[in-house]
């Protein structure tokens, strides 16, 4: 049995639409109505046209054939994982590592928090080697919070050899906390 394949608009939050239409598909394809059934390449994935291909920063694109259609995906390499640290794992983790350590202290109703999130990931890749970063939820691990007198968040430490070295309280600037851990590196 044979479908029918066709172009597709997918809108997007930013205001643009992309089309998404096969590449290929399989050998046989049979349509409705008046229409004559014709004959498909095999099918190899999507392909995307957009006028705005070129202005989307983080992809990358590779030229396809004479049609001059591209494949894009998502650089995969750039992601640094900022680990979530809880009251099992934060003895090994924090206290026993070799390097310095970033802590933040977060709550996920924490507006300010959210905030911080995407600052914390930019130093993790920036420090990727020389720092580790991670997060403690203090509604899930209260006494890690109750230890180190956490009493407003977001509050970012910063622990070395086991000890607590500084401590940034609020949703400050990369320049406010890059300053703070570059005195520990």
């Known amino acids: 049995m044979a479908g029918v394949l066709e172009t597709r608009t997918v809108p997007r939050s930013s205001g ?8 290929g598909s ?3 394809c049979a349509l409705s ?3 004559k059934p014709m004959r498909l390449q095999e099918f190899r994935g999507l392909k995307i046209r957009s006028r705005y291909l070129n202005r ?3 992809l990358v694109s590779r030229r396809l054939g004479p049609r001059g259609g591209r494949i894009v995906c998502e650089a995969q390499d750039t992601a640094v994982d900022v680990a979530p640290v809880t009251d099992a794992n934060w003895q090994s983790f924090v206290l026993q590592a070799d390097c310095a350590v970033l802590v933040e202290f977060w709550a ?7 905030m911080i999130h995407p600052v914390i990931d930019e130093l993790a890749k920036q420090y990727l080697g020389k720092l580790k970063c991670c997060k403690v939820n203090t509604d899930e691990s209260p006494s890690i ?8 968040i977001p509050t970012v430490m910063i622990f070395k050899d086991g000890e607590k070295k500084d401590t940034v ?8 906390l890059t300053s703070s851990i570059e005195k520990f590196l």
Do not use: E, M, N, Q
């Open 16 to 23: 643009f639409h992309t089309t998404l239409a096969p590449i």
């Open 26 to 28: 399989s050998s046989v």
């Open 33 to 35: 109505g008046d229409r």
């Open 56 to 58: 989307s920063p983080g």
């Open 108 to 114: 996920p109703w924490c507006g300010p928090c959210r």
């Open 145 to 152: 919070a109750t230890r180190y007198g956490i009493r407003s």
């Open 169 to 176: 309280i609020g949703a400050v600037p990369k320049s406010t």
